[in-house]
Structure formats: structure tokens, C-alpha cells
């Protein structure tokens, strides 16, 4: 059996492979847009004697909130002396787990291209790579669920803490006191909201490629040769 490179640019045409090529795309795009997010929110405190101060809130990928100080050391804000505060949250562990999926998609649909324009010749004759190329889709379509669905609860548990509220219950100087405080200026999550949407649809993609990909395997093969043909009687054994 040869199992040199060839060059063969057909698979592009079918759906086993142009499939692979978008859920190369739909991954940059699911990754890349959360990889390097930055954003800042802009604090205004309302002081009771009628003057305001501003605090800003940054905070950047892997959204690690518990380490970004709102006020650094000890200050005097609107005549109320305030310890050093950090904001509350950390959606580390989910973002992370999303981007690693996310990689690691597309890194193994670059291979599963280069074996598809190169080595069909050799996947095809094998059993192995069709079974081993359906298993890991299967996978991955699991872990695009449970990483999407977890950096969408992490996205939500950022914007909370974010928000007007969140910035409220972190800030001791704004609970019973003459002092208000609102998010005057909010940070673009936009975004990071079609990161979750590019999660979910990598979900689906991946699925679709899972039909097309156990095509290929002999477990598609045999349930179809064990069936009898239209027509085709069953000849009685000799006596």
C-alpha cells in the first residue's frame, strides 16, 4: 500500500472536508474573540456633600476579578477612609477550559485537513482512521457543550460583578451610607458575547461533521451490506 503524499484537493468539495475547514474558521473565531479581551468600566461614586469621585474598574482575559483592585492602598473617598478593595470573581477556570478547546480544535483540524488533501488514499483503506477520526469528533462535540455552556455562566457571573450592583456589594462605602455609587461607563462585552455564540455553533458543526465523518468507518459499511437488497429473495437451502 503506498502511503506517500498526494496532493488531492477533491475532499474540499465534499462535505467531510469543507466541514473541516469551517470548524477550522469557526474555532479562530470562537478563541479569538475572548483570547485577548480588555475592557473597563468607569465607577462614579455620588458623595453626600454633593461633589463625586470616579474609580475605574479594568479588567482583562482570564478574568481573574479577585485580583483587580478598585482602590489601591488606604484612601480617603468622598471623607471616608477605605481600605484597599479588590473586585469580587474569578471565571478563570472557565474561559481557559474554552480557549483550550478551542486550540485544540484547531489544531486537529489542521491535521485532519493535511490527512483528508494528502493521506485519503491511506485513510480510506484503513479501518483505524476513520474509527479514530469519529471518536475524537464525538469528543470534541461533548467538551464544545460543557466548555460553551460554562464560559457562558463564567461571562455572566463577569458582567455581574461588573455592573452597578456588583460594584455596590463590593464596596463597603456604598452600603449604608450617604454615598452613591453607579457604572456611569460600561466596558463593550460584544465581543465576548459572540464567543459564547461561535461555542455553540462549533457544538453543532462538530455534530453534523460526526455523521459524515461515521460514514467513512465500516460500522456505517456493515449496517448497510448486512441489509438485503430490494428484490433480493432468500433462496431455500438444498434437501
Not at 500500500?1 to 473541516?20: D, Q, V
Not at 489542521?110 to 483528508?116: F, G, I, N, R
Not at 485519503?120 to 479514530?132: E, L, R
Request: hydrophobic share 45%; with cysteine; charged share 10%.
Amino acid at each position: 500500500m503506498m502511503t506517500g503524499f498526494r496532493l488531492n484537493l477533491s475532499p474540499l468539495k465534499e462535505l467531510l472536508g469543507f466541514i473541516k475547514l469551517v470548524e477550522w474558521l469557526t474555532a479562530i473565531f470562537a478563541f479569538g474573540s475572548c483570547g485577548g479581551f480588555s475592557g473597563r468600566n468607569i465607577v462614579t461614586l455620588f458623595c453626600g456633600d454633593g461633589s463625586n469621585t470616579t474609580l475605574s474598574a479594568n479588567f482583562h482575559y482570564p478574568f481573574r476579578l479577585n485580583q483587580v483592585l478598585l482602590i489601591q492602598g488606604n484612601a480617603t473617598v468622598c471623607n471616608h477612609s477605605v481600605t484597599m478593595t479588590h473586585m469580587m470573581g474569578d471565571s478563570a477556570s472557565a474561559v481557559e477550559f474554552f480557549v483550550g478547546v478551542g486550540v485544540v480544535c484547531f489544531l486537529y483540524s489542521m491535521v485532519a485537513l493535511l490527512v483528508y488533501l494528502g493521506y485519503m488514499h491511506v485513510y480510506k483503506d484503513s479501518d483505524f482512521g476513520p474509527i479514530c477520526d469519529f471518536v475524537i469528533t464525538a469528543i470534541l462535540v461533548f467538551l464544545w457543550l460543557v466548555c460553551s455552556s460554562a464560559w457562558a455562566k463564567g461571562l455572566q457571573n463577569v458582567k455581574d460583578a461588573t455592573n452597578t450592583e456588583g460594584i455596590s456589594n463590593t464596596l463597603a462605602l456604598c452600603k449604608g451610607s450617604n454615598v452613591t455609587c453607579e457604572v456611569t461607563e460600561f466596558a463593550n462585552m460584544r465581543t465576548l458575547n459572540i464567543s459564547v455564540v461561535f461555542g455553540y455553533l462549533n457544538m453543532f458543526v462538530w455534530a453534523g461533521n460526526a455523521w459524515f465523518v461515521y460514514k467513512e468507518t465500516r460500522w456505517h459499511s456493515q449496517k448497510y451490506s448486512s441489509q438485503p437488497g430490494p428484490g433480493r429473495q432468500q433462496v431455500p437451502a438444498p434437501i
